[in-house]
């Protein structure tokens, strides 16, 4: 059997994804400009675990970010690989519970900092905050227990 992982995904208008394994291995990735480079990872990533994505719910705010979430989405069902969409508030309601900050993004920097110290030098800038929420995401799905859905 295969090791589980779960793949936090913000499509945000930059956007991030972060892989966590079951053994705590940690790999994090930028939204690239190429569209084939996500799709060469995540079929990496599918061939090597059990993966379980969890896709942040984005409600049409920009042509970019709807943009985003789109080719996530279509890249998952694509690979056919299992994902469950998960609304910010939800995540955030759970991860950010004892965070502080002025704002959901410092929340988000400061949580991803303290759970995950050997990520610090990925997270030092405030621009990291994708980074963070696709971190917090894929810690977020290993919590609850998402095992993935096919739709």
């Not at 675990?49 to 920009?62: A, N, P, T």
């Not at 789109?70 to 965070?99: E, F, H, R």
């Not at 030098?121 to 995401?137: E, M, V």
């Amino acid at each position: 059997m295969r090791e589980r992982a779960w793949l936090g995904v913000d499509p945000g208008w930059h956007g991030a994804c972060a892989l966590i394994t079951e053994s705590n291995y940690i790999d994090i990735m930028d939204w690239p400009e190429d569209v084939v480079d996500v799709d060469i990872q995540l079929k990496e990533w599918h061939n090597d675990y059990d993966l379980f994505v969890i896709l942040e719910k984005v409600w049409g705010r920009s042509a970019k970010l709807s943009s985003n979430y789109g080719l996530w989405w279509g890249l998952l069902v694509g690979n056919g690989i299992k994902y469950d969409l998960v609304a910010a508030k939800t995540w955030q309601k759970v991860m950010l519970k004892d965070a502080i900050g002025k704002d959901t993004k410092e929340k988000a920097l400061q949580k991803a900092r303290a759970l995950f110290p050997g990520q610090a030098k990925q997270l030092k800038r405030q621009k990291d905050h994708d980074r963070a929420d696709a971190l917090l995401l894929a810690r977020y799905g290993q919590l609850e227990g998402y095992l993935g859905v096919w739709r």
